[in-house]
C-alpha cells in the first residue's frame, strides 16, 4: 500500500499544510481511494504525482468543512474531463445531500455515476463496510461535536511463498499451473497427476492493516479499531498543555494519540491534523508535538504535505 499525505492542516490551510486529504493506493491496482477531501484538494493533486482520473472511493470522516469543501469542486473538475467510470462515496448519512446540493444549485452536471454509502449502521454494528478478493474495510464511530468515522483497511491474508524449485524437481510445467499451485488450488495434470498447491507454498502471509483516525477526543472505539495495525494515522491537533480545549472541541492532543496506538499495539503512528497554531517560530512547534508523542510511542512520524510512504508488513517507511 502507498500512502501520500495531500493535508495535514486542522480548520483553516497554512502556507505550509493545507487542510484534510489523505491518498491511498491498494496494492496491485491503479485505483486511488481519498480519505477526506478539505478545500483544495483537486490544487493538491496538481502538484503531486497522482491523477484525479484514478479515484475510485472517496472516504469522508464526518461533515466539517475542512473535510469536505474541497469534494464538490474535485468531483466537478473529474467530470470536465471525462475519465472517470465511476466513484463510490462512504461517509455520514448527510454526505449525499450535500454533495446533490452543490451540484444542483451549480448546475454542474457530471459525466460518471455517483454511489452513496451510509456508514452509520456499519459502524455502529461493527460490519464490514467493503470488501473484496483482497481488501475489506470496516469502520468504527469516534467522539466529536458531530458524527466522526474512523476507517480501517486490511489486506487479507495471501499464500505464503511459491517453492519453484520443488515445482520444477516434480517436472511440473511453468505458467498457469504455477499460478494455480500458488492460490494454492488443487490441479491436475495432462499426464494425470494431481497437486495441492499447499504442498508448495509455505505458511500465508498476513496483509497489511492501516487505521485513519480524525476527528475525535480519545475514546475507546479507535483503540479497538486500531488492534494490531501496521500503520495508525491519528489526529494531533493540539500539545498536552492545551488538553482542556481538546476535550472541549472534540479533538486529540499528541499524547492522547500516542496512547491509542500503545494501548492498540500498533507497529507505526503518524500524526496529521494539526493546529495552525503550531507552525515553526512560535512557542510551540509540531517537532514538539512529535516528541510529545515519541515520549509515550517512540515509533511516530510527522506527517507534512506530499509526505508518501510505501507501507510494508511491520512498517517500513519511505
Not at 5 to 10: A, D, P, R
Not at 170 to 177: D, H, L, R, T, Y
Request: hydrophobic content about 35%.
Amino acid at each position: 500500500m502507498q500512502v501520500t499525505f495531500l493535508g495535514t492542516s486542522s480548520g483553516v490551510p497554512t502556507l505550509t499544510r493545507n487542510v484534510s486529504a489523505m491518498v491511498l493506493k491498494p496494492p496491485q491496482r491503479s485505483d486511488l481511494w481519498l480519505f477526506d477531501c478539505g478545500e483544495g484538494t483537486q490544487h493538491q493533486f496538481i502538484r503531486s504525482n497522482l491523477k484525479l482520473s484514478q479515484i475510485k472511493k472517496i472516504f469522508i470522516t464526518h461533515m466539517h468543512g475542512d473535510h469536505v469543501y474541497g469534494l464538490p469542486g474535485l468531483l466537478a473538475s473529474i467530470g470536465l474531463a471525462g475519465s472517470s467510470s465511476g466513484i463510490e462515496l462512504y461517509g455520514p448519512e448527510p454526505l449525499k445531500n450535500f454533495i446533490d446540493s452543490c451540484l444542483f444549485n451549480s448546475s454542474s452536471r457530471l459525466s460518471y455515476s455517483l454511489k452513496f454509502h451510509k456508514v452509520e449502521n456499519s459502524a455502529i454494528q461493527k460490519e464490514i463496510l467493503f470488501e473484496d478478493s483482497d481488501l475489506e474495510v470496516k469502520a468504527a464511530p469516534l467522539k466529536h461535536r458531530i458524527p466522526s468515522f474512523a476507517y480501517r483497511v486490511d489486506q487479507k491474508s495471501r499464500p505464503g511463498r511459491f517453492n519453484i524449485d520443488k515445482a520444477k524437481s516434480q517436472k511440473i510445467p511453468p505458467g498457469p499451473v504455477y499460478a494455480a499451485l500458488q492460490r494454492g488450488e488443487e490441479v491436475r495434470l495432462e499426464d494425470g497427476r494431481t497437486f495441492s498447491g499447499k504442498e508448495f507454498c509455505g505458511p500465508s502471509r498476513t496483509g497489511i492493516s492501516l487505521v485513519y483516525c480524525t476527528d475525535t477526543v480519545y475514546t475507546e472505539s479507535a483503540i479497538e479499531i486500531s488492534r494490531e495495525a501496521d500503520l495508525l494515522i491519528h489526529e494531533a491537533t493540539y500539545a498536552y498543555q492545551e488538553t482542556e480545549m481538546a476535550y472541549q472541541r472534540g479533538h486529540s492532543t499528541a499524547t492522547m494519540a500516542a496512547q491509542i496506538a500503545a494501548k492498540a499495539n500498533v507497529n507505526q503512528l503518524i500524526l496529521t491534523h494539526l493546529s495552525p497554531r503550531y507552525t515553526p517560530g512560535n512557542e510551540t512547534s509540531p517537532n514538539d508535538l512529535l516528541n510529545e508523542a515519541k515520549a509515550i510511542f517512540p515509533n511516530t512520524q510527522l506527517a507534512k504535505d506530499f509526505l508518501q510512504i510505501d507501507l510494508k508488513k511491520r512498517c517500513n517507511s519511505s
